[in-house]
């Protein structure tokens, strides 16, 4: 039983580390996209809630624009995963 829980808690971490790369590689993709310039319009307001936690502290500590600090956090995500999937 304590073997299908964890195998449980890995998979929904999977899915959440999952998504949150999605999320991401869109947010870091958005800019550079066709489409509206004001950028008003071409995100939801809440999309800054997802990725704002992580990538505000890293910007303000290593002085880096939003970009590369998203892109950082993104291949944290992807070794998290990785380890996800070597733990299931």
Same mark, same amino acid.
């Given at each position: ?16 580390l ?6 991401l590689?869109?947010? !870091?993709? /958005?800019?550079? =996209? $066709?489409?509206p *310039? ?6 939801a307001?809440? +999309?800054?809630?997802f ?7 890293? !910007?303000? /500590?290593?002085? =880096? $624009?939003?970009? *590369? ?8 995500? +992807?070794a998290?995963?990785?380890a996800?999937a070597?733990?299931?």
């Open positions: 039983m304590l073997g299908f829980g964890i195998a449980v808690l890995v998979h929904l971490g999977q899915i959440v999952g998504f949150y790369g999605f999320w590689v869109w947010r !870091v993709l /958005l800019p550079v =996209l $066709p489409g *310039p004001q950028p008003d319009e071409r995100i307001p809440f +999309a800054g809630y990725t704002d936690p992580l990538t505000a502290p890293l !910007v303000g /500590l290593l002085r =880096l $624009p939003p970009w *590369p600090a998203t892109l950082i956090v993104l291949l944290a995500d +992807a998290a995963l990785a996800l070597r733990a299931g």
